[in-house]
């Protein structure tokens, strides 16, 4: 038998149990461990509400989650409730899939002004994340100021100007709506170091920004490059920079019923953040140049007066005591997942926050692979292991109140029967709440 732990239930934790059900079957045990009392990682709390068909994969690792050998261990924090070591000592392999949940921080003067706010804490505020749930951005004032070229940075851009009409059919949570629905903002400048052959923003989520109620988005045609250097784009970044180009092209007669405006900001460098009375007042910003592929400052500056600044520039792995850690890549120190025989990385917490859902896939199957060669060239033992077994008489030695995957449904049925119209349900966004609610049969 084997015994494998894995720590995290995001898409990278659930397809490492899939690929380990699929090679083992029934010779195998699968422990999936996650801190919140709730599953699937970012497919809750990051992927955007009102993406509900991408959620939707969630479906697959529910599959997962009720084939017979493998098991959800909800609120069970590795690192603080039981130790790496103690996992080790349970299971053959120990696997994190703990993904990079906090922000890559924002070295300029002023980034701990109030109203400045990374991507993680904003985006679990208007997902119903319990640790950033009761975050209450103040969205008062006119303009916003999104730093990030990518996906997420467009997915908050999208979120602030969209209506609430635009939020049915998403499940975003109620105190986001309502702050939403009375926000003040009509202008989102989305800041990038780089120019528009820089981005890293796919054209699925650029082309949405054509088809919102009351926003437009907004490019200089002077920030274009010419035209035929988009032949030397790869495929999808070509399509990207054709939205741009399209952006750049809206009449301002089309422009007239519109109340809010996305500006793309582009070769623009954040210095730093001003405040009045601790509070974020503007953002002084750098002209850049490309040369080679990077941003260099032109030394010409100004300053976008705003009441909230949102980065949007990338995350880091929370480290874990007695994993090695590699502090300039923000993950776990790995060669190919493998962090030393028994403990391995997958998903973000390997390769650093990129990629796409599917992206994981291979991750968690490619390290199944390793973990059966580290078997079979006798790196792990000779098993013996007690694996879930001594699992729960550790975790009732100390009292932990692990919320099994049984649970979670009616969790989930608790939340989608709270659900208001038109959405598909309505999370618990504090950890009691969620818990309370497995025991509504
Ligand atoms: C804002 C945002 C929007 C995105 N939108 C899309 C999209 O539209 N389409 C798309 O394809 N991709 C999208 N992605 C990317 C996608 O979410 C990631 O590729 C994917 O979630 C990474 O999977 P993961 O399993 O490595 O990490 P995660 O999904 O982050 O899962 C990690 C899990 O580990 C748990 N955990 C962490 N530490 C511990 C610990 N110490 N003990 C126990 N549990 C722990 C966490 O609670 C979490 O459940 C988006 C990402 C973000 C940030």
């Not at 970012?42 to 690792?61: C, E, F, N």
């Not at 790496?84 to 924002?106: F, K, M, N």
């Not at 926000?183 to 923003?201: D, E, K, N, Y």
Request: net charge negative; hydrophobic share 40%.
């Amino acid at each position: 038998m084997r015994h494998i732990a894995v720590i995290g239930s995001g898409p990278a934790g659930y397809y490492t149990a899939e690929a380990a059900q699929k090679k083992w079957g029934g010779d195998v045990r699968v422990d999936v461990f996650d801190s919140l009392p709730v599953p699937y990682g970012l497919i809750r709390t990051g992927v955007a509400p009102d993406h509900q068909s991408i959620k939707a994969v969630s479906r697959r690792y529910e599959k997962t989650a009720f084939t017979d050998h493998v098991r959800f261990v909800g609120n069970v924090t590795i690192g603080s409730d039981v130790s790496i070591t103690e996992l080790q000592s349970l299971y053959d392999a120990v696997v994190l899939a703990t993904g990079a949940p906090h922000d890559r921080t924002l070295s300029i003067e002023g980034a701990d002004l109030a109203g400045v706010h990374g991507s993680a804490q904003f985006v679990g505020w208007y997902n119903g994340h319990p640790q950033f749930a009761g975050l209450d951005p103040d969205l008062s004032s006119e303009t916003a100021v999104v730093i990030g070229m990518g996906n997420v940075a467009l997915d908050i851009a999208r979120i602030l100007a969209k209506t609430t009409a635009e939020f049915e059919g998403s499940d975003i949570v109620l105190h986001a709506l309502d702050a939403l629905e009375s926000s003040a903002i009509c202008r989102i400048v989305i800041l990038g170091r780089r120019g528009p052959h820089q981005i890293m923003m796919t054209p699925k989520e650029l082309g949405e920004l054509m088809h919102l109620e009351r926003a437009a988005p907004r490019v200089d045609a002077d920030d274009l490059p010419d035209g035929e250097e988009d032949a030397l784009l790869e495929p999808g970044l070509r399509k990207s920079v054709a939205h741009l180009r399209s952006f750049a092209a809206i009449p301002e007669s089309e422009r007239a019923d519109k109340t809010i405006e996305i500006e793309f900001d582009f070769f623009a460098s954040p210095k730093a953040i001003i405040g009045e009375e601790g509070r974020v007042s503007g953002i002084e910003v750098e002209r850049t140049k490309v040369e080679a592929g990077r941003a260099v400052g032109t030394g010409e500056t100004y300053t976008i007066p705003c009441g909230i600044v949102l980065t949007a520039i990338g995350y880091r792995t929370a480290p874990i005591e007695g994993v090695p850690f590699d502090e300039r890549a923000g993950r776990f120190a790995n060669d190919e997942g493998r962090i030393m025989p028994g403990l391995y990385a997958v998903g973000w917490a390997k390769r650093g926050p990129s990629g796409t859902i599917g992206t994981n896939k291979p991750d968690g199957f490619g390290i199944v692979d390793l973990i059966e060669e580290d078997i079979a060239s006798g790196a792990l033992g000779n098993g013996g292991k007690k694996g879930r077994e001594g699992f729960d008489a550790l975790a009732a030695e100390r009292g932990l109140d692990i919320v099994t995957f049984q649970d979670w449904k009616r969790i989930e049925d608790a939340e989608n029967a709270a659900a208001r119209e038109g959405s598909p349900r309505e999370k618990f966004v504090d950890i009691d709440a969620m818990i309370a609610a497995r025991g509504a049969d």
